[in-house]
């Protein structure tokens, strides 16, 4: 028997070589943070581009999805139970939003918008209309003496055209409904340029606040100031306006000057021509409450200064029954 002290101890040692392909561990690590980077700004730009509602909404979906569900609305459809019974839904929309819904809130933005697209050209053809009065005035050597008398300025209701008196240029004979020549040459040519738009117009008569003579026997101001308004209708028709494009003719008396600071100035006595905006001629149509409140307004920029009158209140336009 040998002695087992006496054998040699072999020890074998193996040499492990790690080649490149077995190092890509870091590659998934990689991968997963940047996949959670991405969903990271995905949740924000989330965040940021739904409202409070829509995010308590998301929330509550969450929760407790059954009871959304069962509820229906919007990110829900329009199903009323999660259990399928099988067939097509027919109350189920694509996108879960009823189109119906989409249309009711756009509709209202579409009106808009389509209402201010016509209010622009209606804007913009009330302009040209006014460039054309202006030219027609400057062009003829008649009308020019008037120019003073010839107001012409848009307001709220449409584009205005006033023809007011001066203390010694009345537009009618004294206390009558009777137009003078020149006043009639200047109707005459103001209704061949109204046919140029398709917009309807109003009249209206304005006098100053002298009492009517004898205006206790039932004649006054407003009948003057509605006769004289009707005898200027007639005139633009004559002188070439469709009779059809008056929507209205009305007498206001003294109840809208035109100078408040002096209600016997002979500037209130007026005739006023207001080519209507289609939202005017809709609320004439719809119950005739609106009157010409732009008569109203501050005197356009180049109308005459208003000056007193010599001893009121007797003014140069005294009525005298006719």
């Keep these: 028997m040998s002695d087992e002290s006496q054998r040699p101890v072999v020890i074998k040692r193996r040499k492990i070589i790690q080649s490149g392909a077995r190092g890509g561990a870091w590659k998934i690590a990689y991968a997963d943070f940047v996949t959670a980077m991405m969903a990271f700004f995905l949740l924000m730009w989330l965040l940021g581009s739904t409202t409070k509602g829509e995010r308590e909404g998301i929330a509550d979906y969450f929760k407790n999805p059954l009871r959304l569900s069962m509820a229906g609305g919007s990110g829900a459809g329009e199903a009323s139970s999660v259990i399928n019974r099988g067939g097509r839904d027919l109350t189920r929309r694509a996108g879960e939003i009823i189109r119906g819904d989409i249309r009711d809130r756009k509709r209202p933005l579409d009106l808009r918008a389509a209402q201010s697209e016509r209010d622009k050209t209606e804007m913009a053809r009330l302009e040209d209309l006014k460039g054309k009065l202006d030219a027609v005035i400057d062009a003829n050597p008649a009308l020019q003496a008037y120019r003073r008398q010839l107001l012409i300025d848009i307001t709220s209701e449409g584009l205005r055209v006033q023809i007011v008196d001066e203390k010694n240029r009345p537009m009618f004979e004294l206390g009558r409904a009777r137009l003078l020549p020149h006043t009639r040459d200047i109707l005459h040519e103001i209704g061949k340029v109204l046919n140029d738009v398709p917009n309807r117009i109003s009249l209206a008569g304005h006098t100053d606040a002298t009492p009517y003579y004898g205006g206790e026997r039932g004649y006054s101001n407003w009948e003057l100031s509605t006769e004289r308004a009707n005898a200027s209708r007639r005139e633009l028709i004559a002188g070439g306006m469709r009779k059809d494009k008056v929507m209205r003719v009305i007498g206001l008396s003294s109840a809208v000057l035109f100078d408040r600071a002096d209600p016997f100035n002979p500037i209130n006595r007026r005739i006023s021509v207001i080519v209507m905006k289609k939202r005017t001629e809709d ?40």
């Design 283 to 322: 609320n004439v149509s719809n119950d005739g409450t609106q009157v010409d409140a732009g008569d109203a307004d501050v005197p356009a920029a180049d109308a005459p200064t208003p000056q007193a009158p010599a001893s009121p209140p007797v003014a140069p336009d005294a009525r005298s029954k006719p």
